[in-house]
């Protein structure tokens, strides 16, 4: 039974940090791509970060580049979304997503980053 399962989310003042989780089972988490998402209430989810399979790529949307890392575990079967100087805009439910191809690929059940005062 394919799982991805989240964990890191709470609440966090401004200009803090928090590291999200992502552990995956039942696949071969080595040969996927991994994602984090995240959706904001009202709004559209939005990719955050990609990291390729052999985690040597990474990619970020512009609003969180210089402050989030997404990295990987192979051996763990897990991945991480490193999140620093976080602003009250980032607070959404963060998905973790594997990708294999077009046809293949898995979500999460998400976890709750909120950021305020």
């Known amino acids: 039974q394919v799982q991805l399962v989240e964990s890191g989310g709470g609440l966090v003042q401004p200009g803090g940090s928090l590291r999200l989780s992502c552990v995956a089972s039942?696949?071969?988490?080595?040969?996927?791509?991994m994602r984090w998402y995240r959706q904001a209430p009202g709004k559209e989810r939005e990719l955050v970060a990609t990291i390729v399979n052999a985690g040597g790529t990474t990619t970020y949307t512009e609003s969180v580049k210089g402050r989030f890392t997404i990295s990987r575990d192979n051996a763990k079967n897990t991945v991480y979304l490193q999140m620093n100087s976080l602003k009250p805009e980032d607070t959404a439910v963060y998905y973790c997503?594997?990708?294999?191809?077009?046809?293949?690929?898995?979500w999460g059940q998400g976890t709750q980053v909120t950021v305020s005062s």
């Open positions: 039942g696949f071969t988490f080595s040969m996927y791509a």
């Open positions: 997503f594997a990708r294999r191809d077009y046809y293949v690929n898995y």
